[in-house]
Nanobody
Framework: QVQLVESGGGLVQAGGSLRLSCAAS????????MGWFRQAPGKEREFVAA????????IYADSVKGRFTISRDNAKNTIYLQMNSLKPEDTAVYYC????????????????WGQGTQVTVSS
């Protein structure tokens, strides 16, 4: 069982940066792959980035590659999403997710979810 709490969202101008955090509790955090997803109003939830259990492997959506960086600190039971060069189209609620078996792009494969944090990018 893993409980997830996101933080770090807010309002930022286009071109700015934000760092999201996701604090996890539960004994299985270090054995779980973690992912970030986002959902804008009226749109489906979409994959942003994922990181392997050991942190040695990462994957990104094409729309954020080169601008966003996912990382994890297993000693702190926390993952991060550093977001640079933000664009208005990055505006969404951002969710972190965890799964002990899956580490890919499909949101429906992840078992555990946080409540989300709002990111708004103004033009």
């Amino acid at each position: 069982q893993v409980q997830l709490v996101e933080s770090g969202g807010g309002l930022v101008q286009a071109g700015g940066s934000l760092r999201l955090s996701c604090a996890a509790s539960g004994r299985t955090f270090s054995s779980s792959a973690m992912g970030w997803f986002r959902q804008a109003p009226g749109k489906e939830r979409e994959f942003v980035a994922a990181i392997w259990r050991t942190g040695t492997g990462t994957i990104y959506a094409d729309s954020v590659k080169g601008r966003f960086t996912i990382s994890r600190d297993n000693a702190k039971n926390t993952i991060y999403l550093q977001m640079n060069s933000l664009k208005p189209e990055d505006t969404a609620v951002y969710y972190c997710a965890a799964d002990p078996q899956y580490s890919g792009r499909n949101w429906y494969e992840y078992d555990y979810w946080g409540q989300g944090t709002q990111v708004t990018v103004s033009s």
